[in-house]
T-cell receptor
Framework: DQQVKQNSPSLSVQEGRISILNCDYTNSMFDYFLWYKKYPAEGPTFLISISSIKDKNEDGRFTVFLNKSAKHLSLHIVPSQPGDSAVYFCAASAQTGANNLFFGTGTRLTVIP | NAGVTQTPKFRVLKTGQSMTLLCAQDMNHEYMYWYRQDPGMGLRLIHYSVGEGTTAKGEVPDGYNVSRLKKQNFLLGLESAAPSQTSVYFC??????????????FGAGSRLTVL
């Protein structure tokens, strides 16, 4: 049973606009969340993370929001750029340690020039 | 620094054949992992290692074996390949311990097809 879900397999956004990628989780014990980005023929690369003691974390154009009561997190990219076109995976864990890191199925973002 | 390197990148096997995927990292990371990625599913953990000489089962370990004889290498073996093992395999590593332990460095992947 999928504990981390990304219900939108794909998203298309115009260059310069905001991209919002969503992720839902079912396990209330998850306390650390990450987003990874993956280009074709490459491995995923770490993008941004957030711990459950926060509800927002920013890094440049990327912001992750966490709503613990709704068991929902989202990644905002502003402004979106063509180079952001990739597959984005969210991941969650119940404790520090990647041996229990659960990944979503990914959302393919296409930024249209 | 090459980071995490996986070999081979592509392989086609017949059912029942055996093979080994090699993962090498040059970052002196303690922890190493093997994941598989299948369409419509997230990355799933097969096996992992928290240090040289150690291995442990992940979420989907059946049909695979691993070894970590040297800190920098983590091998994934398929003793008798099955079509259900057709997948893209990713190796990853992390320094381990508290702080940043979840931030994995991934290899580029190995696409395996079992006919």
């Amino acid at each position: 049973d999928q504990q981390v879900k990304q219900n939108s397999p794909s998203l298309s956004v115009q260059e310069g606009r905001i991209s919002i990628l969503n992720c839902d989780y079912t396990n209330s014990m998850f306390d650390y969340f990450l987003w990874y980005k993956k280009y074709p023929a490459e491995g995923p690369t770490f993008l941004i993370s957030i711990s459950s003691i926060k509800d927002k974390n920013e890094d440049g154009r990327f912001t992750v929001f966490l709503n613990k009561s709704a068991k929902h997190l989202s990644l905002h990219i502003v402004p979106s750029q063509p180079g952001d076109s990739a597959v984005y995976f969210c991941a969650a864990s119940a404790q520090t340690g990647a041996n229990n890191l659960f990944f979503g199925t990914g959302t393919r973002l296409t930024v249209i020039p | 620094n090459a980071g995490v390197t996986q070999t081979p990148k592509f392989r086609v096997l017949k059912t029942g054949q055996s093979m080994t995927l090699l993962c090498a990292q040059d970052m002196n990371h303690e922890y190493m992992y093997w994941y598989r990625q299948d369409p419509g599913m997230g990355l799933r953990l097969i096996h992992y290692s928290v240090g040289e000489g150690t291995t442990a089962k992940g979420e989907v370990p059946d049909g695979y074996n691993v070894s970590r004889l040297k800190k920098q290498n983590f091998l994934l073996g398929l003793e008798s390949a099955a079509p259900s093992q057709t997948s893209v395999y990713f190796c990853a590593s992390t320094p381990g311990g508290l702080g940043g332990a979840n931030v994995l460095s991934f290899g580029a992947g190995s696409r395996l097809t079992v006919l």
